[in-house]
């Protein structure tokens, strides 16, 4: 299975931005909420297979009519993936991992995956690794 | 066992050293003092300027796990002490940034230093002994992956070495 080489996540909540403008490492928070029975915790984004996958994101409604990712979204190159599983601390233990998962209303969506057995300091590292990876951040115009 | 800092002019490493063995300015005659010859942190006001804590320090308030924010205040306070006691000594502090904060839907709270290649965190979790540190940074600098835990007020070492860090590398 071939993965588009950059993958979007949305960001929904206030705080997702900090005052100078980076990305906190609130929006890659695993949630145990999110737990598979396959022993993967998921977390959803978009892959950017094409040059519509961005607006397509950035339009996604809610159910009660509102824009789902109310404050924008950020972009995050797929190899800064690949780079965190070979880091020595995580290498051989494949911990992180990406999926794509096709829906009615979004074929682009898939999942960022990290194994639901890692400790706690390890996920909020990883975490904050992912944010710091972030290629570019798009902000909604209010 | 009272520590005194002292900083190298060339690296900016700060390292801490027993005191009454640096800056005899700041002794005070004990035959006088209620207090002894050390230099007392608790007693140096934090310049309003400086204190990259507050924003963290607020953010507290809007929570109401007293356990969580006395651990996070403990930690605060160790941070900031440590950058007003390096101020007071005038050692080179580069501008630090404010810390930024949140609380995880777990209940946790999160702080996150953040710098242009790296940043570092300190997550005071729900079950306080699952508390930890992390410093990650991009390929610049080796793209570290560091992590430890804390240890309920007690990370003064810990603390010196991470702004050792800071400063070498901000």
Redesign the interface.
């Known amino acids: 299975m071939s993965f588009s080489d950059n993958l979007l996540r949305g960001l929904t909540i206030p ?1 997702a931005l ?3 403008g ?1 990305v ?3 929006v890659f ?1 695993f ?2 909420e999110h737990s598979r029975d396959d022993g993967w915790i998921e977390q959803s984004i978009n892959w950017e297979e094409n040059d519509d996958v961005l607006s397509f994101t950035l339009d996604q409604i809610k159910d009660d009519g509102s824009f789902q990712f109310k404050m924008g979204i950020v972009r995050l190159e797929r190899k800064e993936i690949d ?1 965190l599983n070979a ?4 290498k051989n233990k494949n911990l992180l991992s990406y999926e794509k998962q096709p829906l009615p209303d979004n074929c682009y969506h898939g999942n960022i995956l990290l194994k639901s057995s890692v400790s ?3 996920k ?2 990883i975490a ?2 992912l ?3 972030v290629s570019k951040i798009i902000i909604r115009e209010q | 066992m009272n520590f005194s800092y002292m900083q190298e002019t060339d690296s900016k490493i700060v390292f801490p050293v027993l005191d009454k063995t640096i800056h005899p300015s700041l002794w005070v005659d004990s035959s006088s003092a209620t207090e002894g010859a050390s230099l007392k942190k608790e007693y140096l006001q934090i310049p309003s300027e400086n204190n990259i804590i507050n924003r963290a320090w607020q953010n507290l308030n809007t929570s109401n796990n007293k356990e969580v924010i006395n651990e996070a205040r403990k930690l605060l306070n160790e941070i900031q002490n440590l950058i007003t006691i390096f101020k007071y000594y005038d050692f080179d502090i580069c501008a630090l940034p404010k810390l930024n904060s949140f609380f995880d839907e777990d209940g946790s709270f999160l702080i996150e230093w953040i710098f242009s290649n790296f940043r570092i965190g300190f997550n005071i979790e729900s079950k306080i002994v699952d508390s930890s540190w992390y410093i990650v940074s991009d390929s610049k600098l080796g793209d570290i992956n560091a992590y430890g835990l804390l240890s309920s007020g007690q990370n003064e070492k810990l603390l010196t070495w991470i702004i050792n860090f800071i400063l070498s590398n901000a």
């Open positions: 705080d900090t005052d100078e980076t906190s490492s609130q928070q949630k145990e780079k880091r020595p601390t995580i706690k300091p390890t909020r590292m904050a690794n944010a710091a990876a």
